[in-house]
């Protein structure tokens, strides 16, 4: 267990093929349907190599969901292998009490069965419970409490399970996004990456019980006690972004800075965001943020084939502190306190790019959804991914996605805007030469002819 917003574990088994001809060429796992909604990932290694297998996720079973592991070799009769299971879960355990006052601790429990859910028959097993703060209680009390930080169910050789609780103090911050969207649009014209980011943030620590106190926060500010108060959000962006802003839904953001990149600190800044009041547990936030960077750095054109190759951030990282120092650096803003229920992702290509191939991190899908802009003339495409339970760490892995890019299309948006222009050009000269009076059409004589007529009256009159 890592803190009360992510919640990793591993499960070492030894299996042992007890058939007397058959050969195992796959191992099941089994996810308990109330856990299953809220796991981020599933990772199998063989515990001798080191060697990942590959997880493939299967049918519902019962009240499990299945998950099968494709081993490197057939198990033999008799043979016996070493496994390691590695979960990890989002926002799992819940705050108890539900509501604290405004500088009391967080506590948080932790439940679940005495054995770990299998489709095989357990002969023997041991559970160790480790905690990020204090051990406060468990169930049942004929566990060991290892130190301040552990708890220890078992060994059990029954397959009878039972249900086991941990109580723990966490003071620090634990946020969830209920919503993040990411939109990425590429532009080979101006070598321009924009990034747009929204979000729907929730403290998810215990509620506020009787109601927030300006007062106290003061109080603890100066005095240095800590308190239950999200005071301020940090976003990694890349040292070279520019033209950064943002937009608070409910206009309630009343500080916002950048640092800068310190010696020896990765290659980002932190854009800090500070709402007008902090985020006690239960209360949410809603903004949208933006910058931009250059193309050159994410996109590559393959020497093998004329294709183009664009790595991109698969997540954002966004942190929940609370300190109001005046300049928080990126150390803090790698706190990996934030997790994503609800995730979407959207690249949208230049208009012309064509014969476009993603390649996620993951098992999943990409949807190609056709959409036209301003002065479009044949629209681009958005590439759409949807993902649930994202773990901060999945901000370090990319999508890449190649695609195919005449040089010629580059000039298609002036090309449509000059049409356009011209179109407008000939529109206007046309109508310039239009009358709109109601006099009639009919031409009157010229003064010179009219000079003419009476000349010639006159004449005739002296002859």
């Known amino acids: 267990m890592t803190n009360a917003s992510l919640n990793g574990g591993q499960v070492g088994v030894v299996v042992q093929n007890e058939h007397d001809s058959k050969i195992y060429k796959t191992y099941t796992i089994s996810v308990p349907m109330d856990k299953a909604p809220k796991l981020s990932q599933v990772s199998v290694h063989e515990r001798k190599s080191g060697e990942e297998l590959d997880v493939t996720k299967e049918s519902i079973s019962g009240n499990t969901q299945l998950y099968r592991a494709t081993l490197r070799r057939g198990l033999q009769p008799g043979e016996k292998l070493s496994l390691n299971i590695d979960y990890l879960f989002v926002s799992l355990v819940e705050p108890r009490p539900k509501s604290v006052g405004q500088s009391e601790d967080q506590s948080w429990l932790w439940e679940d069965q005495s054995l770990v859910a299998s489709v095989y028959p357990t002969r023997k097993q041991k559970t160790v419970v480790k905690t990020r703060g204090d051990v406060l209680r468990f169930t049942p009390l004929d566990a060991a409490k290892d130190g301040r930080h552990s708890v220890v169910f078992g060994p059990y050789t029954t397959e009878k399970s039972s249900r086991v609780e941990v109580g723990f103090k966490d003071n620090k911050e634990q946020m969830e ?12 014209w101006a070598n321009d990456l924009n990034v747009l980011e929204h979000y729907a943030l929730r403290n998810r620590g215990p509620e506020l019980s009787g109601g927030f106190d300006k007062v106290d926060q003061m109080v603890s500010k100066y005095m240095k006690r800590r308190d239950n108060l999200v005071k301020t ?13 943002f937009v608070d839904e409910i206009g309630n953001v009343s500080t916002s800075a950048v640092s800068g990149r310190r010696k020896g ?10 709402p007008r009041y902090p985020m006690p547990g239960g209360w949410n936030y809603t903004w949208w943020h933006g910058y931009s960077v250059p193309l050159d750095r994410y996109l590559k054109l393959s020497s093998a084939q004329p294709r183009h190759l664009l790595r991109l951030p698969f997540i954002g990282s966004l942190a929940g502190c609370a300190s ?18 609800a995730y979407e992702l959207r690249v949208t290509l230049p ?6 191939d993603v390649k996620l991190p993951f098992a999943g899908q990409a949807l190609l959804q056709p959409t036209k802009y301003y002065f479009d003339s044949v629209g681009r495409t958005v590439i759409v991914i949807k993902h649930e339970n994202i ?30 222009l011209f179109m407008v050009f000939m529109l206007a000269s046309a ?9 009639s059409s009919a031409k009157k004589p010229s003064n010179t002819a009219s000079k003419a007529a009476k000349k010639q009256a006159a004449a005739g009159k002296a002859d």
């Open 233 to 245: 959000l940090l976003v990694k962006v890349p040292a070279d972004a520019r033209e950064m802003y």
């Open 265 to 274: 600190e990765e290659p980002f800044k932190v854009l800090q965001l500070r």
């Open 391 to 420: 773990a901060p760490a999945m901000s370090s892995r990319h999508i890449l996605v190649s695609y195919s890019y005449a040089p010629l299309t580059l000039w298609m948006k002036p090309a449509v805007v000059a049409a356009a």
């Open 431 to 439: 109508a310039s030469r239009m009358q709109y009076g109601l006099t």
């Open 177 to 188: 996004a209920v919503t993040h969207r990411r939109e990425y649009f590429v532009s080979h």
């Open 351 to 356: 208009e012309g790019a064509r014969d476009i």
């Open 324 to 341: 109001q120092e005046g300049e928080l650096t990126v150390a803090m803003a790698n706190a990996q306190n934030t997790v994503v229920r």
